[in-house]
């Protein structure tokens, strides 16, 4: 990984990360241990992200990934690491148990498509080809997750698309990770949003 992240800064100037594109969830929960997930050896996908290389190849909820490429996958530290030695547009075999039987899939990896954004700790995700025609927009920030804080508030965010902070254009999430690790925790955020009604909104955050 080491190595790997020296060539990336050394070649295009930062850290290439290439993204499966699942979630699993923790296994030490009560809900995880209540179906057993904490017994199952690999990891249990969980959730599987729009349009990423997952999805498009066509893993689903519920799969359990045994192994990828050539490395046995016994925990989700075991995919995490390995995935880490890749790049955008590498292709891996993942080998997943599917009711019961083992089935090899390609997929592509991807770049990442979603994170959680600094100083307000919205989750914002890159918009598909469907979000796109459904807001009638070709840039910005769709928001999936948002913080006990702003939920208590009765703040209705997500869904909605970001589109700009404090006069910024939001074209995408690493726009997004810039501008809002500009925002100051004393001074005033503006920020410009679009609901599914094509209503836009400008909320002001002190």
Known sequence: IAK???????????????MLGISAPRVNTPYAIENGLDEI??????????ESGA???????????????????????DLTGYISTKRPGDKVQVTVERKGESKVIPVTLKERQSLIVPVMGLSVKNL?????????????????????IYRRDGLELVDNIILEVDG???????????????????????????????????LIFQ
């Open 128 to 148: 598909t080809e469907k979000d796109k025609k459904l807001y009638k927009v070709k840039k910005g920030v769709k928001i999936t997750g948002v913080p006990e």
């Open 41 to 50: 050896e690999g990891v249990y996908i969980g959730d599987v992200e729009e």
């Open 4 to 18: 790997k992240v020296v060539e990336d800064i050394l070649e295009y100037g930062n850290v290439q990360k290439g």
């Open 168 to 202: 910024e254009p939001i074209e995408d999430i690493q726009d997004a990770r810039i501008e809002f690790g500009k925002i100051s925790r004393r001074g005033k955020t503006v920020i410009t949003l679009l609901n599914k009604d094509g209503e836009r909104e400008r």
């Open 55 to 77: 999805d498009d190849a066509g893993l689903a909820e519920g799969d359990v990934i045994k192994q990828i490429d050539d490395i046995k996958i016994r925990r989700f530290a």
